[in-house]
């Protein structure tokens, strides 16, 4: 993994910024503004630097191929936890109903408090880890996953504690999806991000499908619902150990481009082993200068990326984590656009999970094996589409560089200040709208047919509702550079809430119009609307962010000015005081 620069100790890089860093410097944190531009305020800083013609151009991300594909693999088995918890319950619900003598609407609370807490936990989580780093994250939420994991094995009779258990366990697993998003803008630059993501995103889709057969098979062989929750247990406890092996700090916030080292508690334990096993006098001596060197008032000038984003103090700490942020991003008017394009083929698609064991139990008679394995196809559908649409988002940005004579820089990263990233991710949606819009209507009609014409359009919906997620997800990643999983956070409560409402209505729509014109009804609302506002996105997109990113300029400058008058002021009156 990469290592410390020789530079990082004597702060050479912090003495070479000049006014540039004087005019960004800003003093504590002093009110909720300051907080509300934090995002605007590092992209703005980032602008600056990329303009300094002395400064020497340095690599995005000092991670090797080798390093990204093995943070790859981690962050595939790291996503398999909401979805797989998520879904592997299905099966057991009548099990549960049973056993804590319960009705099914009261087992089916339990669902809707997961949905809650899974839109509650990136909230808290995944903004905390633009600030206080991915790591720590994974291992809480983890452990917290596990835990809960662990009591829902061991309780089989009080309802109460169910209920308690699952929204615990929920607010652990779901927080893992937008730090991956975190991680993925950490470590790639937007011209690579899609060749990562598509093979995480095709894994999380996946466990939505697998969760109910798996569910069932493990039930069906161990009699009972006790031996899932033993399973999540292990898959859980597993997973937090290879995190704490195998996974480092990647937040820029935290580790530049990944040449400031960490503090010991922050390294992977067996970088901690190593280190105290072969730890020389030298080491010692830069770990205490490097210490030093994160301690001084200045911090945010402190090499890369982490040096520049604003320093406000331990009083600040709980403000800069306020979920306040993720919610904020839903009301401009370009993230709207891209939320919407992101969350309402998640709801079509968890839409489309809710009807399936009902269309092939009541129309097709399928047994409960039967019915777990009609949700293969849709599994096979993500993997494809995610593994697929990775492919095709770099090559649309490459297309889109080439077509306006912009040169990629796969070193230090595009200034996408300059670069129509909207139009690059949004560019090839178009045609895929209108397939997803005709194979979801017809989907609805092709109920009552033979079992394969479903099954076919199972499998083409899921691959381009996966596509949909990944490009938009990746857009708004790329459009908050300085808190992707901030800006992750904002789609998972968009997706969720969104689902919970298509959810809601589908019993009653499908009972009064019928599955045909339901799911015809849902295709023009999501399909027509996605089209329209992909339509301005492609047209309007770049200049509402330019517009957007202004306003939090002149807004941050504004701040500034105003605490510099008020410090000269302060000095000022304890001249005359010392004079007197």
């Known amino acids: 993994m990469p290592r410390l620069s020789a530079s990082e100790f004597d702060g050479s890089d912090r003495q070479k910024k000049g006014e540039d860093d004087t005019a960004l410097e800003k003093p504590v944190a002093s009110g909720p503004n300051d907080l509300d531009y934090a995002a605007e305020r590092h992209e703005l800083e980032n602008h600056v630097e990329s303009q300094r013609q002395d400064a020497p151009a340095t690599p995005y991300s000092l991670f090797t191929p080798r390093d990204k594909k093995i943070l790859t693999v981690i962050l595939i088995l790291t996503m398999l936890a909401s979805p797989l918890t998520a879904t592997i319950y299905l099966p057991l619900l009548p099990l549960l109903a049973e056993q804590f003598h319960v009705s099914g609407q009261a087992v089916n609370l339990t669902i809707t408090i997961y949905i809650v807490f899974q839109a509650i936990s990136p909230l808290l989580f995944a903004t905390m880890s633009d600030t206080v780093g991915r790591r720590p994250i994974y291992l809480t939420t983890y452990a917290l996953y596990t835990l809960s994991s662990l009591g829902l094995a061991l309780n089989q009779h009080n309802y109460a504690a169910l209920l308690i258990l699952r929204a615990l366990q929920s607010l652990g697993a779901s927080a893992v999806l937008a730090v991956a998003f975190g991680v993925v803008a950490d470590v790639c630059p937007p011209a690579e991000r899609g060749a990562m993501l598509g093979p995480t995103q095709s894994a999380a889709n996946l466990a939505v499908c697998l969760g ?62 190593g280190d105290s096993g072969a730890r020389t006098q030298k080491q010692s001596k830069d770990d205490t200068r490097f210490a030093e060197h994160t301690n001084e008032a200045g911090n945010e000038k402190a090499g890369g990326d982490a040096g520049r984003i604003s320093q406000m103090g331990k009083r600040q700490f709980f403000k800069k984590v306020n979920p306040w942020g993720a919610i904020r991003i839903v009301f401009y008017k370009d993230t709207a656009l891209v939320l919407w394009l992101a969350g309402a083929p998640y709801a079509t698609w968890y839409c489309i999970q809710a009807s399936i064991s009902q269309i092939y139990k009541d129309v097709y008679k399928f047994n409960e094996l039967q019915i777990g394995l009609s949700y293969l196809t849709g599994g096979f559908g993500t993997v494809l589409g995610g593994y697929a649409n990775g492919k095709l988002m770099d090559w649309n940005y490459r297309s889109t560089a080439r077509s306006i004579g912009y040169t990629i820089n796969k070193v230090s990263g595009d200034d996408l200040r300059k670069f129509p990233i909207e139009r690059a991710r949004a560019k090839g949606a178009f045609g895929l709208l209108v397939i997803y819009t005709g194979a979801l209507a017809g989907y609805g009609w092709s109920i009552r047919t033979h079992e394969s014409l479903p099954l076919i359009l199972q499998f083409v919906l899921a691959a381009l509702c996966t596509s949909f997620q990944q490009t938009f997800n990746a857009l708004l990643v790329d459009i908050f550079p300085a808190s992707p999983s901030t800006a992750a956070a904002s789609s998972n409560i968009t997706r969720c809430t969104l689902a919970a409402v298509a959810v809601a209505i589908l019993q009653p729509l499908v009972g009064a119009i019928g599955r045909g014109w339901f799911f015809t009804l849902l295709a023009l609302v999501s399909g027509g609307g996605g089209f329209f506002a992909n339509l301005a996105l492609v047209n309007h997109g770049m200049q509402w962010r330019e517009a957007r990113l202004a306003k939090g300029e002149a807004k941050i400058q504004g701040l500034a000015e105003g605490r510099s008058k008020e410090m000269e002021s302060q000095r000022s009156n304890t001249g005359q005081v010392q004079g007197t």
Do not use: D, Q, Y
């Open 212 to 273: 109910p057969v798996i569910g069932g098979w493990v039930a069906l062989g161990s009699h009972g619902f006790v031996w899932v929750f033993w399973a999540l247990v292990i898959f859980g406890g597993t997973v937090f150990i290879l995190i704490g092996i195998a996974l480092p700090e990647t937040a820029r916030s935290l580790v530049g481009n990944g040449n400031r080292r960490v503090r010991p508690w922050r390294r992977t334990w067996f970088k901690i082993l």
